[in-house]
Protein backbone atom coordinates (compact mmCIF):
# COMPACT_ATOMS: atom_id res chain seq x y z
CA UNK A 1 0.00 0.00 0.00
CA UNK A 2 1.15 3.42 -0.25
CA UNK A 3 0.74 5.16 2.80
CA UNK A 4 -0.76 4.00 6.22
CA UNK A 5 -1.55 5.75 9.51
CA UNK A 6 1.04 4.07 12.38
CA UNK A 7 -0.62 0.93 13.47
CA UNK A 8 -0.28 1.76 17.07
CA UNK A 9 -1.62 5.50 16.95
CA UNK A 10 -5.50 5.30 15.74
CA UNK A 11 -5.74 8.69 17.42
CA UNK A 12 -8.44 10.65 15.86
CA UNK A 13 -8.42 14.63 15.31
CA UNK A 14 -11.12 16.87 15.95
CA UNK A 15 -13.15 16.60 12.39
CA UNK A 16 -13.25 20.66 12.41
CA UNK A 17 -9.43 21.09 12.25
CA UNK A 18 -10.06 19.77 8.55
CA UNK A 19 -12.25 22.65 8.20
CA UNK A 20 -8.96 24.71 8.15
CA UNK A 21 -6.98 22.52 6.10
CA UNK A 22 -9.26 22.91 3.04
CA UNK A 23 -9.57 26.50 3.70
CA UNK A 24 -6.98 27.62 1.21
CA UNK A 25 -8.71 25.09 -1.95
CA UNK A 26 -11.91 27.38 -1.21
CA UNK A 27 -10.25 30.56 -0.69
CA UNK A 28 -9.00 30.13 -4.43
CA UNK A 29 -12.02 29.49 -5.74
CA UNK A 30 -13.56 31.90 -4.25
CA UNK A 31 -11.30 35.19 -4.37
CA UNK A 32 -11.51 34.52 -8.25
CA UNK A 33 -15.37 33.97 -7.74
CA UNK A 34 -16.30 36.59 -6.16
CA UNK A 35 -13.51 39.51 -6.04
CA UNK A 36 -12.12 38.52 -9.64
CA UNK A 37 -15.00 38.35 -10.87
CA UNK A 38 -16.58 41.61 -10.13
CA UNK A 39 -14.04 43.38 -11.23
CA UNK A 40 -13.85 42.12 -14.62
CA UNK A 41 -17.71 42.51 -14.61
CA UNK A 42 -17.32 45.87 -13.95
CA UNK A 43 -14.26 46.77 -16.05
CA UNK A 44 -16.19 45.62 -19.14
CA UNK A 45 -15.55 41.92 -19.74
CA UNK A 46 -18.13 39.74 -21.03
CA UNK A 47 -20.11 37.24 -18.73
CA UNK A 48 -19.45 34.51 -21.80
CA UNK A 49 -15.54 35.56 -20.95
CA UNK A 50 -15.93 35.30 -17.09
CA UNK A 51 -17.54 31.49 -17.43
CA UNK A 52 -14.50 30.66 -19.66
CA UNK A 53 -12.08 32.05 -17.14
CA UNK A 54 -14.38 30.05 -13.73
CA UNK A 55 -14.30 26.96 -16.22
CA UNK A 56 -10.53 27.37 -16.71
CA UNK A 57 -9.98 26.94 -13.41
CA UNK A 58 -12.36 23.85 -12.94
CA UNK A 59 -10.15 21.83 -15.28
CA UNK A 60 -7.26 20.58 -12.83
CA UNK A 61 -9.97 19.74 -10.53
CA UNK A 62 -11.50 17.85 -13.37
CA UNK A 63 -8.07 16.04 -14.09
CA UNK A 64 -6.13 15.95 -10.89
CA UNK A 65 -6.95 12.12 -10.88
CA UNK A 66 -3.97 12.01 -13.13
CA UNK A 67 -1.12 13.33 -11.28
CA UNK A 68 -2.92 11.69 -7.66
CA UNK A 69 -0.87 8.65 -7.88
CA UNK A 70 2.30 11.40 -7.12
CA UNK A 71 0.97 12.18 -3.83
CA UNK A 72 0.29 8.46 -3.30
CA UNK A 73 3.65 6.85 -3.65
CA UNK A 74 6.08 10.14 -3.27
CA UNK A 75 7.10 12.50 -0.23
CA UNK A 76 4.43 12.97 3.04
CA UNK A 77 1.41 14.61 3.16
CA UNK A 78 2.97 17.13 5.17
CA UNK A 79 5.43 17.82 2.84
CA UNK A 80 2.83 18.24 -0.17
CA UNK A 81 0.76 20.16 2.36
CA UNK A 82 2.95 22.75 2.99
CA UNK A 83 4.41 23.19 -0.74
CA UNK A 84 1.24 23.63 -2.10
CA UNK A 85 0.14 26.05 0.62
CA UNK A 86 3.45 28.04 -0.32
CA UNK A 87 2.64 27.84 -4.54
CA UNK A 88 -1.17 28.44 -3.80
CA UNK A 89 -0.13 32.06 -2.44
CA UNK A 90 2.08 33.17 -4.84
CA UNK A 91 -0.42 32.41 -7.66
CA UNK A 92 -3.17 34.64 -5.09
CA UNK A 93 -1.18 37.39 -5.06
CA UNK A 94 -0.67 36.95 -8.64
CA UNK A 95 -4.21 36.65 -9.73
CA UNK A 96 -4.30 40.44 -7.80
CA UNK A 97 -1.52 42.15 -9.87
CA UNK A 98 -3.14 41.24 -13.07
CA UNK A 99 -5.09 44.29 -14.18
CA UNK A 100 -9.07 43.13 -14.64
CA UNK A 101 -10.01 44.66 -18.38
CA UNK A 102 -10.03 42.68 -21.48
CA UNK A 103 -6.27 43.60 -22.33
CA UNK A 104 -5.32 41.13 -19.76
CA UNK A 105 -7.52 38.25 -19.81
CA UNK A 106 -4.97 35.97 -21.38
CA UNK A 107 -2.39 36.60 -18.64
CA UNK A 108 -5.24 35.84 -16.51
CA UNK A 109 -6.73 32.70 -18.07
CA UNK A 110 -2.94 31.34 -17.22
CA UNK A 111 -2.31 32.58 -13.70
CA UNK A 112 -5.70 31.38 -13.08
CA UNK A 113 -5.30 28.10 -14.15
CA UNK A 114 -1.98 27.83 -12.64
CA UNK A 115 -2.65 28.41 -8.82
CA UNK A 116 -5.99 26.21 -9.47
CA UNK A 117 -3.55 23.63 -10.09
CA UNK A 118 -1.22 24.25 -7.03
CA UNK A 119 -4.28 24.29 -4.96
CA UNK A 120 -5.87 20.74 -6.35
CA UNK A 121 -2.53 19.52 -4.09
CA UNK A 122 -3.80 21.39 -1.29
CA UNK A 123 -6.73 19.15 -1.78
CA UNK A 124 -5.44 15.84 -2.42
CA UNK A 125 -3.26 16.27 0.37
CA UNK A 126 -6.38 16.48 2.74
CA UNK A 127 -8.02 13.58 0.99
CA UNK A 128 -5.77 11.35 2.57
CA UNK A 129 -5.61 12.31 5.95
CA UNK A 130 -9.20 12.09 6.21
CA UNK A 131 -8.83 8.60 4.62
CA UNK A 132 -6.69 7.64 7.41
CA UNK A 133 -7.99 9.28 10.44
CA UNK A 134 -11.41 9.66 10.25
CA UNK A 135 -13.97 6.61 11.85
CA UNK A 136 -16.09 4.94 9.56
CA UNK A 137 -19.28 5.74 11.11
CA UNK A 138 -18.39 9.14 11.32
CA UNK A 139 -17.47 9.87 7.43
CA UNK A 140 -20.63 12.19 7.20
CA UNK A 141 -19.33 14.06 10.00
CA UNK A 142 -15.69 14.52 8.49
CA UNK A 143 -16.74 15.10 5.07
CA UNK A 144 -19.27 18.10 6.45
CA UNK A 145 -16.08 19.95 7.99
CA UNK A 146 -13.84 19.01 5.08
CA UNK A 147 -16.51 21.19 3.15
CA UNK A 148 -17.19 23.90 5.29
CA UNK A 149 -13.45 24.43 4.92
CA UNK A 150 -13.87 24.64 1.26
CA UNK A 151 -17.20 27.09 1.22
CA UNK A 152 -16.32 29.29 4.30
CA UNK A 153 -13.00 29.38 2.51
CA UNK A 154 -14.60 30.55 -0.72
CA UNK A 155 -16.93 32.91 1.27
CA UNK A 156 -13.57 34.73 3.17
CA UNK A 157 -11.46 34.67 0.00
CA UNK A 158 -14.82 35.97 -1.98
CA UNK A 159 -16.24 38.13 0.20
CA UNK A 160 -13.36 39.91 2.36
CA UNK A 161 -11.50 40.07 -0.69
CA UNK A 162 -14.13 41.82 -2.54
CA UNK A 163 -14.90 44.40 0.10
CA UNK A 164 -11.04 44.91 0.61
CA UNK A 165 -10.09 45.39 -2.92
CA UNK A 166 -12.97 48.02 -2.47
CA UNK A 167 -11.92 49.68 0.24
CA UNK A 168 -8.15 49.61 0.21
CA UNK A 169 -5.77 51.98 -1.89
CA UNK A 170 -4.61 48.79 -4.22
CA UNK A 171 -7.06 45.76 -4.78
CA UNK A 172 -3.93 44.32 -5.12
CA UNK A 173 -3.24 44.66 -1.39
CA UNK A 174 -6.57 42.51 -0.73
CA UNK A 175 -5.28 39.45 -2.86
CA UNK A 176 -2.07 39.88 -0.31
CA UNK A 177 -4.36 39.42 2.67
CA UNK A 178 -5.77 36.04 1.09
CA UNK A 179 -2.42 34.78 0.69
CA UNK A 180 -1.25 35.41 4.44
CA UNK A 181 -4.24 33.77 5.66
CA UNK A 182 -3.35 30.54 3.02
CA UNK A 183 0.12 30.41 4.19
CA UNK A 184 -0.86 29.76 7.46
CA UNK A 185 -3.27 26.81 7.51
CA UNK A 186 -0.14 24.46 7.13
CA UNK A 187 0.61 25.45 11.30
CA UNK A 188 -2.65 23.45 11.56
CA UNK A 189 -0.52 20.32 10.59
CA UNK A 190 0.21 20.17 14.49
CA UNK A 191 -2.89 18.77 15.43
CA UNK A 192 -2.57 16.25 13.00
CA UNK A 193 -1.16 12.93 13.68
CA UNK A 194 1.44 11.62 11.26
CA UNK A 195 1.11 9.79 8.17
CA UNK A 196 4.13 7.66 7.33
CA UNK A 197 4.99 4.88 5.18
CA UNK A 198 5.39 1.67 6.74
CA UNK A 199 9.17 1.09 6.83
CA UNK A 200 8.69 -2.03 4.29
CA UNK A 201 7.29 -0.22 1.90
CA UNK A 202 10.16 1.93 1.11
CA UNK A 203 11.84 -1.03 -0.54
CA UNK A 204 9.22 -1.57 -2.60
CA UNK A 205 9.53 -0.49 -6.79
CA UNK A 206 8.00 3.12 -7.49
CA UNK A 207 6.62 1.09 -10.63
CA UNK A 208 5.16 -1.38 -8.19
CA UNK A 209 3.30 1.38 -5.96
CA UNK A 210 2.08 3.09 -9.19
CA UNK A 211 0.64 -0.77 -10.16
CA UNK A 212 -0.76 -1.10 -6.82
CA UNK A 213 -2.85 1.74 -7.18
CA UNK A 214 -4.18 1.33 -10.64
CA UNK A 215 -5.58 -1.97 -8.74
CA UNK A 216 -7.13 -0.34 -5.77
CA UNK A 217 -8.72 2.14 -8.23
CA UNK A 218 -9.59 -0.22 -11.01
CA UNK A 219 -11.30 -2.27 -7.92
CA UNK A 220 -13.13 0.90 -6.72
CA UNK A 221 -15.00 0.93 -9.90
CA UNK A 222 -15.94 -2.56 -10.70
CA UNK A 223 -17.14 -2.54 -7.46
CA UNK A 224 -21.32 -1.99 -7.22
CA UNK A 225 -20.71 0.81 -4.80
CA UNK A 226 -17.64 2.21 -6.87
CA UNK A 227 -19.64 2.32 -9.92
CA UNK A 228 -22.82 3.88 -7.95
CA UNK A 229 -20.82 6.27 -6.81
CA UNK A 230 -19.29 7.37 -9.87
CA UNK A 231 -22.72 8.05 -11.59
CA UNK A 232 -23.98 9.86 -8.84
CA UNK A 233 -21.26 12.50 -8.91
CA UNK A 234 -20.78 12.48 -12.41
CA UNK A 235 -24.52 13.75 -12.64
CA UNK A 236 -25.23 17.24 -13.20
CA UNK A 237 -27.03 16.93 -9.19
CA UNK A 238 -26.09 19.97 -6.83
CA UNK A 239 -23.56 21.57 -8.77
CA UNK A 240 -23.92 25.08 -7.37
CA UNK A 241 -22.98 26.12 -10.62
CA UNK A 242 -24.69 29.47 -10.57
CA UNK A 243 -23.13 30.47 -7.03
CA UNK A 244 -19.66 30.77 -9.54
CA UNK A 245 -21.87 33.68 -11.32
CA UNK A 246 -23.44 35.36 -8.20
CA UNK A 247 -21.32 38.49 -8.69
CA UNK A 248 -21.54 38.90 -12.45
CA UNK A 249 -25.56 38.88 -12.65
CA UNK A 250 -25.74 40.67 -9.05
CA UNK A 251 -26.98 43.84 -11.76
CA UNK A 252 -29.96 41.61 -13.16
CA UNK A 253 -31.48 42.14 -9.41
CA UNK A 254 -30.17 45.54 -8.61
CA UNK A 255 -27.97 44.10 -6.13
CA UNK A 256 -25.24 46.37 -4.77
CA UNK A 257 -21.44 45.87 -4.32
CA UNK A 258 -21.84 45.98 -0.38
CA UNK A 259 -25.15 43.14 -0.81
CA UNK A 260 -22.82 41.21 -3.33
CA UNK A 261 -20.31 41.26 -0.75
CA UNK A 262 -22.44 40.25 2.29
CA UNK A 263 -24.40 36.90 0.19
CA UNK A 264 -20.79 35.62 -1.81
CA UNK A 265 -18.70 36.45 1.47
CA UNK A 266 -18.85 36.08 4.95
CA UNK A 267 -22.58 35.13 4.66
CA UNK A 268 -22.48 32.77 2.39
CA UNK A 269 -19.64 31.23 4.33
CA UNK A 270 -21.48 30.55 6.97
CA UNK A 271 -24.75 29.35 5.88
CA UNK A 272 -22.88 26.86 3.65
CA UNK A 273 -21.13 25.42 6.93
CA UNK A 274 -23.98 25.29 8.48
CA UNK A 275 -25.46 23.52 5.13
CA UNK A 276 -22.16 21.51 5.52
CA UNK A 277 -22.32 20.08 8.69
CA UNK A 278 -26.34 19.68 8.27
CA UNK A 279 -25.77 17.33 5.15
CA UNK A 280 -23.07 15.44 7.41
CA UNK A 281 -25.61 14.62 10.14
CA UNK A 282 -27.63 13.05 7.97
CA UNK A 283 -25.49 11.41 5.47
CA UNK A 284 -24.19 9.60 8.68
CA UNK A 285 -28.00 8.96 9.08
CA UNK A 286 -28.97 8.00 5.39
CA UNK A 287 -28.13 6.08 2.04
CA UNK A 288 -25.29 8.71 1.04
CA UNK A 289 -25.97 7.69 -2.34
CA UNK A 290 -29.69 8.86 -2.55
CA UNK A 291 -28.59 11.80 -0.28
CA UNK A 292 -26.61 13.09 -3.14
CA UNK A 293 -29.82 12.83 -5.16
CA UNK A 294 -31.96 14.87 -2.60
CA UNK A 295 -29.76 17.57 -1.75
CA UNK A 296 -29.48 17.80 -5.50
CA UNK A 297 -33.39 18.37 -5.63
CA UNK A 298 -33.20 20.70 -2.95
CA UNK A 299 -31.05 23.01 -5.27
CA UNK A 300 -32.97 23.05 -8.00
CA UNK A 301 -36.10 23.97 -6.14
CA UNK A 302 -34.10 26.70 -4.67
CA UNK A 303 -32.65 27.84 -8.64
CA UNK A 304 -36.71 27.54 -9.83
CA UNK A 305 -37.72 29.73 -6.75
CA UNK A 306 -35.43 32.50 -6.93
CA UNK A 307 -36.11 32.66 -10.90
CA UNK A 308 -40.21 33.49 -10.42
CA UNK A 309 -39.38 35.38 -7.53
CA UNK A 310 -39.00 39.19 -8.21
CA UNK A 311 -35.98 40.39 -9.44
CA UNK A 312 -35.22 42.98 -5.94
CA UNK A 313 -31.70 43.16 -4.40
CA UNK A 314 -33.98 41.41 -1.06
CA UNK A 315 -34.81 38.77 -3.52
CA UNK A 316 -31.10 38.33 -4.28
CA UNK A 317 -30.19 38.41 -0.84
CA UNK A 318 -32.58 35.76 0.66
CA UNK A 319 -32.39 33.25 -2.58
CA UNK A 320 -28.23 32.99 -3.18
CA UNK A 321 -27.53 32.86 0.80
CA UNK A 322 -30.42 29.44 0.48
CA UNK A 323 -28.73 28.43 -2.48
CA UNK A 324 -25.35 28.49 -0.53
CA UNK A 325 -27.19 26.64 2.02
CA UNK A 326 -28.21 23.75 -0.57
CA UNK A 327 -24.64 23.57 -2.05
CA UNK A 328 -23.61 22.69 1.46
CA UNK A 329 -25.83 19.95 1.79
CA UNK A 330 -24.72 18.53 -1.43
CA UNK A 331 -20.75 19.34 -1.02
CA UNK A 332 -20.80 17.25 2.16
CA UNK A 333 -22.75 14.45 0.66
CA UNK A 334 -20.00 14.38 -2.14
CA UNK A 335 -17.44 14.01 0.45
CA UNK A 336 -18.70 11.86 2.67
CA UNK A 337 -20.15 9.51 -0.18
CA UNK A 338 -16.45 9.95 -1.56
CA UNK A 339 -15.26 8.81 1.62
CA UNK A 340 -17.30 5.71 2.23
CA UNK A 341 -16.34 4.29 -1.24
CA UNK A 342 -12.55 4.49 -1.60
CA UNK A 343 -11.32 3.21 2.08
CA UNK A 344 -7.58 3.99 2.82
CA UNK A 345 -5.50 2.41 0.04
CA UNK A 346 -4.53 4.58 -2.82
CA UNK A 347 -6.71 7.57 -0.97
CA UNK A 348 -5.60 10.26 -2.77
CA UNK A 349 -6.19 8.53 -6.53
CA UNK A 350 -9.15 6.96 -5.87
CA UNK A 351 -10.31 10.14 -3.97
CA UNK A 352 -9.92 12.51 -6.69
CA UNK A 353 -11.18 10.28 -9.11
CA UNK A 354 -14.57 10.92 -7.51
CA UNK A 355 -13.60 14.33 -7.22
CA UNK A 356 -12.47 14.80 -10.85
CA UNK A 357 -16.19 13.32 -11.97
CA UNK A 358 -17.41 15.72 -9.94
CA UNK A 359 -16.54 18.58 -10.99
CA UNK A 360 -16.82 17.91 -14.65
CA UNK A 361 -20.81 18.80 -14.22
CA UNK A 362 -19.43 21.73 -12.34
CA UNK A 363 -17.70 22.69 -15.42
CA UNK A 364 -20.23 22.29 -17.93
CA UNK A 365 -22.66 23.62 -16.08
CA UNK A 366 -21.03 27.22 -15.61
CA UNK A 367 -20.50 27.37 -19.17
CA UNK A 368 -24.00 26.42 -20.07
CA UNK A 369 -25.52 28.77 -17.36
CA UNK A 370 -23.21 31.78 -18.69
CA UNK A 371 -24.72 30.77 -22.15
CA UNK A 372 -28.29 30.63 -20.77
CA UNK A 373 -27.71 34.30 -19.09
CA UNK A 374 -26.71 35.55 -22.32
CA UNK A 375 -29.33 34.00 -24.27
CA UNK A 376 -32.43 33.97 -22.03
CA UNK A 377 -31.57 35.93 -18.66
CA UNK A 378 -31.60 35.61 -15.44
CA UNK A 379 -34.30 33.99 -14.67
CA UNK A 380 -33.46 31.58 -18.15
CA UNK A 381 -30.17 30.55 -16.80
CA UNK A 382 -31.86 29.46 -13.30
CA UNK A 383 -34.45 27.05 -15.20
CA UNK A 384 -31.97 26.03 -17.45
CA UNK A 385 -29.86 24.53 -14.12
CA UNK A 386 -32.68 23.65 -12.43
CA UNK A 387 -34.22 21.25 -15.69
CA UNK A 388 -31.05 19.98 -16.19
CA UNK A 389 -30.41 19.12 -12.65
CA UNK A 390 -33.97 17.41 -12.47
CA UNK A 391 -32.96 15.22 -15.58
CA UNK A 392 -29.88 14.38 -13.66
CA UNK A 393 -32.06 12.82 -10.97
CA UNK A 394 -34.72 10.80 -13.21
CA UNK A 395 -31.43 9.08 -14.92
CA UNK A 396 -29.69 8.46 -11.58
CA UNK A 397 -33.36 6.70 -10.27
CA UNK A 398 -33.59 4.38 -13.36
CA UNK A 399 -30.03 3.58 -13.53
CA UNK A 400 -30.21 2.51 -9.92
CA UNK A 401 -33.19 0.61 -10.53
CA UNK A 402 -31.39 -1.29 -12.74
CA UNK A 403 -27.94 -2.01 -10.88
CA UNK A 404 -29.27 -2.83 -7.62
CA UNK A 405 -32.47 -4.95 -8.44
CA UNK A 406 -29.95 -8.28 -8.98
CA UNK A 407 -28.86 -6.88 -5.12
CA UNK A 408 -32.28 -6.92 -3.93
CA UNK A 409 -32.95 -10.08 -5.37
CA UNK A 410 -29.95 -12.31 -4.13
CA UNK A 411 -30.65 -10.94 -1.14
CA UNK A 412 -34.17 -12.19 -1.19
CA UNK A 413 -33.00 -15.54 -2.56
Same mark, same amino acid.
Given at each position: ??????????????? $????I??????????? &????????L??????????????????????? %?????????? #?? !????????????T????????? +??????????????????? =??????????? +?????????E??????????????????????L???????????????????? #?I????? /?????? %???????? #????????? *??V?????????????A???????????T *? $???? &?? @????????? @??? $?V?????????? =???????????????????? @?????? =??????????????? /???????? /?????? #???? /????? @?????????????? !?????? $??????????????????????????? =?????????????????????? &????M?????
Open positions: MTSSAAGANRRFPHP $AIFALMYPFGAVSGY &LGVAIEYDGHNGVALEVIGEIIAISLVPNVW %KFLWAPVLDI #TL !TPRIWYTSSALVAIGVLWMGL +IPPDNESIRAMKWVVFLAS =LAVTFNGMTVD +IISAHTSPPQKGRFGGWMQVGNLAGGGIGGGALWLSQNLSQRWMAGAVIAV #TLACPL /TLMFVP %KIVRVTAE #TAVPVLRRV *GEARESWALARSRAGMAILVLFLPLG *G $AASG &LW @SAVAGDWSA @SVD $AALVNGVWSGV =LAGVGCLVGGFFCDRMDRKW @SYAVFG =LMQAACAVAMALAPH /TQLMYIVF /TLLYSV #TAGL /TYASF @SALTLEAIGVGAAA !TKYNLL $ASLSNFPIQYMTLIDGSAHTHWGASGM =LFTEAGIGLAGVVVYVIVSRIV &LKPKTEAIA
